[in-house]
């Protein structure tokens, strides 16, 4: 099992801002998966994006147009 880079204290903390009184622990680790998931496509995207351009360096403009491009679908 691959180890988790977001903590769950964390997404306790997004729930609860969402809303949420009471949050559980399979809740958040659900979260945390789907947004690991997201994270890693939209970082893929931009890294695509960044080699196009002949560059090394990710820029915020590449996670921008990643993140655009991921979430639109």
Same mark, same amino acid.
């Given at each position: 099992? /691959?180890?988790?880079?977001?903590?769950?204290?964390?997404?306790?903390?997004?729930?609860?801002?969402? #809303?949420?009184?009471?949050?559980?622990?399979? /809740?958040?680790?659900?979260?945390?998966?789907? %947004?690991?998931?997201? #994270? %890693?496509?939209?970082?893929?995207?931009? @890294?695509?994006?960044?080699?196009?351009?002949?560059?090394?360096?990710?820029?915020?403009?590449?996670?921008?147009?990643?993140?655009?491009?991921? @979430?639109?679908?």
């Amino acid at each position: 099992m /691959a180890k988790n880079d977001l903590r769950l204290a964390a997404m306790h903390r997004i729930i609860k801002k969402a #809303g949420a009184e009471r949050v559980s622990d399979s /809740a958040i680790k659900e979260l945390r998966i789907a %947004l690991e998931d997201v #994270g %890693l496509k939209i970082a893929m995207e931009a @890294l695509d994006f960044t080699k196009h351009a002949r560059r090394k360096t990710v820029r915020v403009e590449d996670i921008q147009i990643a993140v655009r491009k991921v @979430l639109k679908q």
